[in-house]
């Protein structure tokens, strides 16, 4: 099971890697949630890889029975996907404000921080 | 399920031994931010309290962390697990010299910082939320500085990051919409590197706690899994410390926000990243660090010239200030890639100084800014005339960033190269002195340009404009502790000695956290 | 969205959806549910209600803006880490109390103030972000 799950992984980077190297923005996003779930698919694959059996103990043991995946990384997952939610949420409304702002969602053309080519500063007085 | 029926005995996983209230200090300098942002968010509209209760929280941080700072230089590291569960199962803050140094001086920025805010931020900026951000910002970066665990370090990055989006585009003017989006997507990418680093990290040890860290990957020695996790980590913090290659971001986004929302990014959200590489790359992966340092050394050289020449060719006093923390970071990745005593200790004590000298040059640009109507150097003049008080502090400043003597830059810099010498890395050695010099240029132009010069010729005098007391308060005390550290740096080198150690031999910090010898 | 149907159907299924979030939340301390999944639903069921009767009447039902909630809510989770100080124990130690109440034991617990805190900070900011996205669509 796991060496497809790496291969899965490995097709997200791809995929997300991709995504980002493009110029406009939305693509730049989606590409960063591909990201994003392909190190959550990363860290599932690290807790061991079970089918069906819930890490959840039962009632009046203190101990699961029988082999159960690893809930800890599973926690973390939970942690970062809240996480990297919040930020796509985030950037989402970002750039349809910077959309709407700057009137593009070319990164080529967001250059409205840079400053203006107003030749060297001066050497002397 | 009934508190009593539970048959679970769980009296061997749970810490039994009480704790002191004085344990409770190494939560403080998150708990008091946490709780109170807390409270602004739920009061946000009587924006009437929120300067009060923000200046009063984080003077209180001040005060738990000088009293952390001193128990860990008294007793050694201070070790707390959340839950009383046992670590590595429990989540433990833990503090040396080393956290509790970068967390004062952080709580030190961020109240001079608020106290310049009080004129400067209008209520518009407080009712969208400037007070609650700042607080819970703090609290992420104090969180980072305090906890001992790695996947809680990537939580209070989280916490401090979008806390700093949401400064970052306090206002919403375009430029500032521009910047954050680069800021956003760069560092998400950046974070999101370090979260593959941490998976991975847990998959090959099984804990994530930095003190269980440090023996067991110790004990493994130098294995290829442990590089790739390093390097990782490199990149990651490197990112978030806007190390050469990955350090676009910070010129592109600095400038734009309120200067003092660039003061505070520029002290302390760099230092952050610093703080961290220090932590994994020299505490935990100590082996693999020295495999590294010819390249860390080579980025920091990189970083140094690049943020000194940057500097140089830029006219916004907020752009060259953006280049100086570059540069500065490069300074302190020399250090690491010594990974000596007096290497590391120098880095400590530059990334102390550079925390209070670049918030200090960032609030200065905007006294210059209020007096002199603008940031660029092409129309900033006269400035000496105009206020003779400012103009002396520019000058202590202006000597502190650029390492020279009286200011507190010069002895991490002697330091360093004194350290870069002993280990026969002379590039190193000359890539410090000649950022300094090329930084001297830098800031002495600005110092030429916008003090000296007396008005410009078929240019109408520029209306002097008032600076606010509050202003000239923050910036004074700022450059009191900038020249207290460059003429008696006693103490200070005592502190950074104590950090680098703890951090070269990890022994008493995994003590802490492992009192009994500890889960193996 | 002025469809009959969803008109009717909105209000109920929005009491609905919030009991059963507070179902989720108290069933979660040793069984899956908790803080943030009942949240989830609160905030989707708000979500709802936003889509069938626009954004103010929903601003309006919750009385306190959906950020006050948050702040409230992570306020309270950190507040119930605070008692075991005056216990010699560390932050955020579950302590358990069970009072009797009408002839019978209600287990109380510090945890489930936390969990009650999570509810909340994920209520209050997940239903500001839906209701930023909800009035967005009609500008």
């Known amino acids: 099971m796991e060496p497809a799950f790496a291969v899965l992984v490995g097709l997200f980077f791809a995929g997300g890697i991709y995504l980002m190297l493009s110029r406009h923005i939305i693509r730049i996003l989606l590409g960063v949630v591909l990201f994003g779930n392909a190190v959550n698919l990363l860290i599932f694959t690290n807790g061991r890889i079970l089918r069906e059996v819930p890490p959840v103990i039962g009632e009046g043991l203190d101990m699961p029975v029988g082999l159960v995946a690893n809930p800890l990384p599973q926690a973390l997952i939970l942690t970062a996907i809240v996480i990297s939610f919040s930020f796509f949420a985030f950037l989402l409304v970002l750039a349809y404000r910077a959309y709407q702002e700057i009137g593009t969602d070319d990164t080529d053309g967001m250059r409205i921080a840079e400053p203006v080519d107003d030749g060297l500063p001066p050497m002397g007085y | 399920m009934a508190a009593t029926d539970v048959m679970v005995d769980k009296t061997a996983a749970m810490i039994a031994a009480p704790v002191t209230a004085a344990d409770w200090l190494v939560i403080a300098p998150v708990l008091l931010p946490i709780m109170f942002g807390a409270l602004l968010v739920m009061i946000r509209h009587s924006i009437r309290w929120h300067a009060l209760i923000a200046l009063g929280v984080l003077a209180a941080m001040i005060g738990a962390n000088v009293l952390l700072l001193m128990r860990v230089l008294e007793v050694g590291p201070v070790s707390m697990t959340m839950g009383s569960w046992l670590p590595p199962f429990g989540i433990s803050f833990t503090v040396d010299a080393l956290g509790a140094a970068f967390s004062l001086t952080a709580s030190v920025v961020a109240l001079l910082c608020c106290a310049s805010s009080v004129r400067d931020i209008d209520a518009a900026g407080r009712r969208y939320g400037f007070y609650p951000f700042l607080l819970l910002m703090m609290a992420g970066v104090s969180g980072a500085f305090l906890t001992g665990d790695m996947f809680n370090l990537y939580v209070w990055f989280e916490v401090f990051l979008i806390s700093s989006f949401g400064l970052l585009i306090l206002g919403s003017e375009k430029p500032q919409i521009d910047g954050a989006t680069k800021y956003a997507v760069l560092n998400l990418v950046g974070t999101t590197l370090f979260l593959i680093a941490t998976g991975y990290l847990y998959g090959t040890f099984g804990t994530l706690n930095m003190a269980d860290l440090a023996v067991k990957a110790g004990q493994m020695g130098e294995v290829a899994p442990l590089m790739t996790l390093a390097s990782l980590y490199l990149l990651a913090f490197g990112m978030k410390a806007a190390a050469f290659p990955v350090n676009f971001w910070l010129p592109a986004s600095y400038h734009t926000p309120p200067v003092i929302t660039g003061a505070l990014f520029g002290g302390l959200l760099t230092k952050v990243g610093v703080y961290a590489l220090l932590r994994t790359l020299v505490m935990i992966f100590a082996v693999e660090r020295a495999v590294l340092s010819g390249v860390i050394g080579w980025v920091a050289v990189a970083t140094m010239l690049v943020g000194a020449l940057g500097a140089l060719a830029q006219s916004d006093i907020r752009r060259i200030s953006g280049f100086l923390v570059i540069s500065g970071v490069g300074i302190m990745l020399a250090g690491i890639a010594l990974g000596s005593v007096g290497g590391l200790s120098g880095a400590i004590f530059y990334a102390l100084h550079s925390m209070l000298a670049l918030s200090a040059l960032y609030l200065l640009g905007g006294l210059m800014r209020q007096k002199g109507g603008s940031f660029s150097l092409h129309t900033l003049s006269g400035l000496y005339l105009a206020s003779p008080l400012m103009t002396a502090l520019a000058f202590i400043i202006a000597l502190a960033v650029a390492g020279l003597p009286l200011g507190s830059g010069l002895w991490p810099k002697v330091m360093l190269v004194r350290a870069s010498l002993e280990a026969g890395a002379w590039p190193l050695a000359l890539a410090i002195l000649a950022s300094g010099f090329l930084a001297t240029i830098a800031l002495g132009r600005v110092f030429i340009l916008a003090f000296w010069r007396n008005g410009i010729a078929g240019q109408p005098r520029l209306e002097a404009g008032k600076v606010s007391l509050t202003g000239y308060g923050a910036v004074s005390v700022l450059v009191i502790a900038i020249l207290a550290m460059g003429l008696a740096p006693e103490p200070f080198i005592r502190v950074t000695t104590a950090a680098a150690t703890g951090l070269l031999d990890s022994s008493a910090y995994v003590h802490a956290v492992f009192p009994a010898g500890g889960v193996q | ?139």
Do not use: C, K
């Open chain 3, 1 to 139: 969205m002025q469809t009959l149907i969803f008109r009717t159907a909105a209000p109920l299924l929005t009491g609905l959806m919030l009991l059963f979030s507070v179902f989720v939340l108290l069933r979660g301390h040793n069984e899956p549910g908790g803080g943030f999944t009942g949240g989830l639903i609160a905030a989707s069921a708000f979500a709802i209600l936003g889509i069938a009767f626009g954004v103010p009447a929903v601003r309006r039902a919750l009385y306190f803006h959906p950020m006050a909630i948050s702040g409230f809510g992570l306020f309270i989770a950190a507040l119930a880490g605070l008692p075991s100080l005056d216990l010699g124990m560390p932050f955020l130690t579950g302590l358990w109390a069970a009072p009797s109440l009408f002839g019978m034991t209600v287990d109380l617990s510090t945890v489930m103030v936390f969990d009650v805190g999570v509810y909340l900070v994920v209520v209050g900011s997940i239903t500001s972000i839906a209701l930023a996205l909800e009035d967005r669509e009609h500008d």
